[in-house]
């Protein structure tokens, strides 16, 4: 099956030669790359011009953010197979052939998650799949933990990174594209929410490598950007994806996540951000109240389904915390707490 390749890039010409190199180095080749610009001023686009004629440039004049980026890719291309990569990547040899292998085995999964290792540390996992946790936030399961034989293992998780994912189209056309009123951060949480809520599934396959580097374009992972955008999303993903029944059983779960995000920003230094985070979602909240209509009108599955679904995803969550806690020789008693209070049925 055909793939198309969608990069978005911005200011990220030193980070393309190696993500470009290691497609080129695929062993599997019936794909077309395309890359999306969003505004860049350090020359990546003339630099593609000159040095990857073959790859396609979208050059658009601003930033226009990671969701509209992926967008305009995925609607210029056609082919039946979709994937997202960040450009401060490296690919393994045969990643791309390994994910397209599972997509013509496993077909009853719409996207596919990648094994993103650390680019620097290749032992270090940066995600295998992705998970949820119930106060509204995606989480790499693995991030930071000793790649182990427990995450060799091909199986079902919530859902996709989209740093290095690959989709079906067909997919886009039943749920809808990134939402690009997130501009950055958690789009691709809504993306998974939605897809679980339609009762589509994701398959990790962990022979699909790719070598991340994490936090390129904003220059750290924490930084007043970074920290306004996920304070402001996080509140948008509630309200547009929660009916409201689900949304009262996961109150003590949103309450516990939103003080934790609270001390967490604050011991950052990074509040005021935070407020501005705040300010901003109270002015997007009529658009995401219009969105949630819509949005939960399509949704398939019964709350009470989409709550277990969420539940078995937290588990997975905490459970993986708990190994990188204990891997670095450090306590577990909260997490083990909030696990047994609510995340105890089975």
């Not at 990648?114 to 940066?126: A, C, E, Q, W």
């Amino acid at each position: 099956m055909q793939v198309d390749i969608i990069i978005p890039n911005f200011n990220g010409k030193n980070f393309l030669p190696a993500c470009l190199d290691s497609l080129q180095r695929q062993s599997y080749s019936d794909f077309r790359v395309i890359v999306v610009d969003n505004g860049s001023g350090d020359g990546s686009v003339e630099f593609l011009q000159q040095n990857y004629p073959e790859v396609e440039v979208l050059a658009w004049p601003e930033n226009t953010g990671f969701s509209a980026a992926v967008n305009g890719g995925i609607k210029t291309g056609s082919a039946p197979l979709v994937f997202l990569l960040n450009n401060d990547t490296e690919l393994d040899g045969h990643c791309l052939e390994r994910l397209v292998a599972a997509a013509e085995l496993m077909t009853e999964y719409e996207f596919f998650a990648s094994k993103m290792l650390d680019y620097h540390d290749r032992s270090v996992l940066d995600g295998a799949g992705d998970s949820f946790l119930r106060g509204g936030v995606g989480y790499r399961i693995g991030t930071m933990e000793k790649d182990s034989e427990y995450y060799s293992t091909a199986r079902q998780v919530f859902g996709a990174c989209a740093g290095a994912a690959l989709y079906r189209r067909k997919l886009f056309e039943e749920i809808g594209l990134f939402d690009e009123d997130f501009f950055a951060y958690l789009e691709d949480v809504d993306i998974n929410l939605r897809a679980n809520s339609r009762g589509k599934r994701c398959w990790y396959v962990p022979d699909a490598r790719v070598y991340h580097i994490g936090s390129a374009t904003t220059g750290s992972r924490i930084n007043p950007f970074t920290v306004s955008l996920s304070t402001r999303n996080n509140l948008c993903l509630l309200v547009k994806n929660y009916p409201l029944l689900l949304f009262f059983r996961c109150i003590p779960a949103i309450c516990v996540y939103q003080f934790f995000w609270l001390c967490f920003v604050i011991k950052k230094m990074q509040f005021v951000a935070y407020l501005q985070g705040l300010v901003k979602f109270f002015v997007i909240l009529p658009l995401m109240l219009g969105k949630r209509k819509k949005n939960l009108h399509s949704q398939s599955l019964k709350h009470q389904k989409l709550a277990e679904i969420m539940d078995t995803a937290e588990r997975e969550v905490i459970q993986s915390i708990m190994r990188r806690r204990e891997a670095k020789g450090q306590g577990n008693r909260l997490f083990s707490f909030y696990q047994r209070l609510f995340l105890s049925r089975k």
